[in-house]
T-cell receptor, first 113, second 118 residues
Framework: AQTVTQSQPEMSVQEAETVTLSCTYD???????LFWYKQPPSRQMILVIR??????QNATENRFSVNFQKAAKSFSLKISDSQLGDTAMYFC??????????FGTGTRLQVTL | GAGVSQSPRYKVAKRGQDVALRCDPI?????LFWYQQALGQGPEFLTY????????KSGLPSDRFFAERPEGSVSTLKIQRTQQEDSAVYLC????????????????FGNGTRLTVT
C-alpha cells in the first residue's frame, strides 16, 4: 500500500515571493513515481511536475521545482516568483507498479497581492 | 475533442435513485481511470480500464458501483441506489499508454461530475 501525507491544509504567499509545499509518502516499492498536481476551481487536475524515484536529480519545470529526499521519503514543491494564477489546490501523488495514483489530502495555496 | 470530457457537470439525485456518469477520453487513449473526490479530500482511485478490459476495480466502494467501457473509448460509471455518502466529485482521466509507461504519457483529467445526493 502507498500513502501520501500533506500536513499543510492552507498556505499563503505574496505575489513574486517563493513558497514551499510539503509532502511525505510511504511505499514498499523500489520503483515509483511522484507527482504534483494543481486543481483550480474548474476541478480539472493539471500536472505540475513529476519525478522518477530512481533519479537523484531534482526535477524542475520553469518556476516549479522539487526537493526529493528519497531516504526521508519527502517530496516538497517549491514555487518561485508566485503568480496570482498559481492560486489553487495542490496535490502530491505517487504511483508504483500499478497504474493508479494515490493522492494526498491537498494544500490550498492562496497567492495575494 | 481536445481534452477529456465528462457529463453531466452537475448531478443532483434523490437518495435511492440510480445515476450514470459519462466520460469521453481523448481519442486513441488506451488507459482510462475513474476517481472519487470527496469534499476537502484528494481523489481516490475507483477503477482502471485498458481499452475495454477492466483491469482493476479494487477501489469501487460497494457493489452499487459499476463501470464499463464496452468499445474501449467512452466509459460510464453507474451508481445504483445512491446514498448520501456517494456525494462527491467523480473525475475521469485517460492516458495514451499503459502501466508504468504512463509516467511518460501523463494522465489527462476531465473537469469531473459533481454528484449531490439529497
Amino acid at each position: 500500500a502507498q500513502t501520501v501525507t500533506q500536513s499543510q491544509p492552507e498556505m499563503s504567499v505574496q505575489e513574486a515571493e517563493t513558497v514551499t509545499l510539503s509532502c511525505t509518502y510511504d511505499t514498499s516499492e523500489n520503483n515509483y513515481y511522484l507527482f504534483w498536481y494543481k486543481q483550480p476551481p474548474s476541478r480539472q487536475m493539471i500536472l505540475v511536475i513529476r519525478q522518477e524515484a530512481y533519479k537523484q536529480q531534482n526535477a524542475t519545470e520553469n518556476r516549479f521545482s522539487v526537493n526529493f529526499q528519497k531516504a526521508a521519503k519527502s517530496f516538497s514543491l517549491k514555487i518561485s516568483d508566485s503568480q496570482l494564477g498559481d492560486t489553487a489546490m495542490y496535490f502530491c501523488a505517487i504511483t508504483g507498479t500499478a497504474s493508479k495514483l494515490t493522492f494526498g489530502t491537498g494544500t490550498r495555496l492562496q497567492v495575494t497581492l | 475533442g481536445a481534452g477529456v470530457s465528462q457529463s453531466p457537470r452537475y448531478k443532483v439525485a434523490k437518495r435511492g435513485q440510480d445515476v450514470a456518469l459519462r466520460c469521453d477520453p481523448i481519442s486513441g487513449h488506451v488507459s482510462l481511470f475513474w476517481y472519487q473526490q470527496a469534499l476537502g479530500q484528494g481523489p481516490e482511485f475507483l477503477t482502471y480500464f485498458q481499452n475495454e478490459a477492466q483491469l482493476d476495480k479494487s477501489g469501487l466502494p460497494s457493489d452499487r458501483f459499476f463501470a464499463e467501457r464496452p468499445e474501449g473509448s467512452v466509459s460510464t460509471l453507474k451508481i445504483q441506489r445512491t446514498q448520501q455518502e456517494d456525494s462527491a466529485v467523480y473525475l475521469c482521466a485517460s492516458s495514451q499508454t499503459t502501466g508504468r509507461s504512463s509516467y511518460n504519457s501523463p494522465l489527462h483529467f476531465g473537469n469531473g461530475t459533481r454528484l449531490t445526493v439529497t
